[in-house]
């Protein structure tokens, strides 16, 4: 009973409220216009404003609510995109690397796409797309535009498996790229960052290779063909042997980014593959000696410049100090030009060097009492 009757009494006041609404809503009907427009204006600047402003509110929050899925879609949407042009970019690059390369080789060569595998035994392999139907054979080398990549192991008729360089049973016979010195080059099989690297062992200890030589495959045993980069020589390694030196090579392939290879065919090994991965380094050469002809005659056209303007500027001094009445210095006078005498008379000869350089000494000291004095030495007349 006690709860009842807070509801009775609110209740009532409910009904009370509405029938003054409805009194007021009445009476404002039936007045005149005059006295309708004031009691509007100040209904509306009092008790309509603020509930206007939250409906506004209320509205733009239901808006930015609505829009706020839209929103996210949008960004991720364009997120996504903006990492597929940085992939897309990379892979066209690559692919126009590829192409360059078949370009190059021109025949005998099978086009495959590499498959890494995440088994332990799969860093140092790879599926290739190819097989014996395409061409592919057991002991092809296997190249990137970078270099050596590998050496095809297994071959099935749709598809083949390679192993890559870094692979413990991986050899092959390496040269300088100026046929001077040779080895064997093979995985380093080191730790940490060391093991992505390559050894060059067996090399003549008489020989020394400098860091930043390019080491290419030498074509020996029938495998590999001659010119295939390699790898870089960085460093020597200190071994045990004493007849024979070892030096670390910095790979031109690295494992992660094999993704587009080329199979070589046994008839393209056969015929060779010199000068294909030269090119390259032959346009940079040429582009170099381009620049540094350009830059020699720009500096021999300065040096002539140079002299020139020097020659100028000695000519200038030397002709003021005519002009002044003074002496010319000996390094700097030009000597006179002797005139001809008429056929079948002696030649006169030249002035004594005496006199030219009593003449050439000749100064003029301060004016003293308004007459100019001569400061020359005094020689001895002759009687």
């Not at 930043?212 to 045990?240: C, D, F, N, Q």
Request: hydrophobic letters at 45%.
């Amino acid at each position: 009973m006690p709860v009842s009757r807070p509801i009775r009494g609110s209740s009532r006041l409910d009904q009370i409220i509405v029938g003054v609404c409805v009194l007021l809503s009445l009476l404002a009907l039936v007045l005149p216009a005059t006295v309708k427009e004031p009691v509007a204006s100040v209904l509306r600047q009092s008790m309509l404003a603020p509930m206007i402003m939250l409906q506004e509110r209320a509205e733009l929050s239901r808006r930015a609510f609505m829009l706020h899925e839209e929103r996210i879609e949008a960004r991720d949407s364009v997120t996504i995109k903006a990492l597929s042009v940085a992939a897309l970019q990379s892979e066209n690059g690559r692919l126009r690397e590829i192409i360059g390369l078949g370009a190059r080789l021109k025949w005998g060569f099978v086009p495959a796409e590499a498959l890494h595998g995440r088994g332990v035994r799969d860093a140092y392999s790879v599926i290739l797309s190819a097989g014996s139907n395409a061409g592919a054979s057991r002991l092809s080398p296997v190249v990137a535009p970078e270099g050596l990549v590998g050496v095809v192991e297994r071959v099935d008729p749709t598809m083949s498996q390679a192993i890559l360089w870094t692979h413990p049973d991986f050899r092959v016979s390496a040269m300088s790229e100026d046929g001077s010195t040779f080895g064997i080059v093979q995985a380093h099989l080191g730790g940490g960052p060391n093991r992505f690297l390559m050894e060059m062992r067996g090399v003549s200890f008489r020989t020394e290779l400098k860091a930043g030589m390019l080491i290419v495959s030498a074509g020996l045993g029938g495998t590999y063909p001659r010119g295939i980069p390699i790898g870089v020589v960085l460093s020597e390694l200190k071994t045990p042997e004493s007849w024979a030196r070892t030096y670390i090579l910095r790979p031109s392939v690295s494992p992660s980014d094999v993704n587009s290879v080329m199979i070589l065919r046994p008839d393209r090994v056969a015929e060779g593959v010199e000068g294909v991965w030269q090119q390259g380094g032959a346009t940079e050469a040429t582009l170099r000696a381009i620049l540094a002809s350009g830059d020699s005659i720009a500096r021999a056209a300065a040096m002539q410049e140079a002299a020139a303007r020097r020659a100028a500027i000695a000519t200038m001094r030397t002709d003021s100090i005519r002009a002044a009445g003074g002496g010319i210095p000996a390094a700097t006078a030009r000597p006179l030009p002797q005139a001809q005498a008429p056929p079948g008379q002696p030649q006169q000869p030249s002035p004594a060097p005496q006199a030219e350089q009593r003449d050439s000494v000749v100064r003029l000291g301060p004016p003293i009492g308004g007459v100019q004095r001569d400061t020359s030495p005094q020689l001895p007349r002759e009687r």
